[in-house]
């Protein structure tokens, strides 16, 4: 019996499925999974990609101001749908 692969990037492809579902379900607590995704394994390793890599050794500061942002819009964007529910909608 032969075993199917996955496609070598199948996390990409999986990623971009996501981010198109994201857009066309208008679905903003998607993006905040995304994010917490892009972010966590940048915290281990460190460093981070945004427009261009950024090392928190050589570059602490802005390392640490795009992590910070990443995750508090990542906690907006999955606390809002729950926000939204319990306080009403603010549109």
């Not at 460093?47 to 500061?61: G, K």
Request: charged content about 20%; glycine content about 4%.
């Amino acid at each position: 019996m032969e075993h199917r692969r996955m496609p070598e990037k199948w996390r990409t492809i999986f990623g971009l499925v996501m981010i198109y579902a994201a857009v066309i379900a208008n679905w903003d607590w998607m993006w905040g999974v995304l994010y917490l995704y892009w972010i966590l394994p940048d915290l281990a390793l460190r460093r981070t990609h945004f427009i261009e890599e950024i090392d928190a050794d050589r570059h602490p500061l802005l390392f640490w101001f795009l992590v910070i942002t990443l995750l508090a819009l990542s906690s907006f964007m999955l606390a809002e749908p729950l926000l939204a529910k319990v306080f009403g909608s603010v549109s």
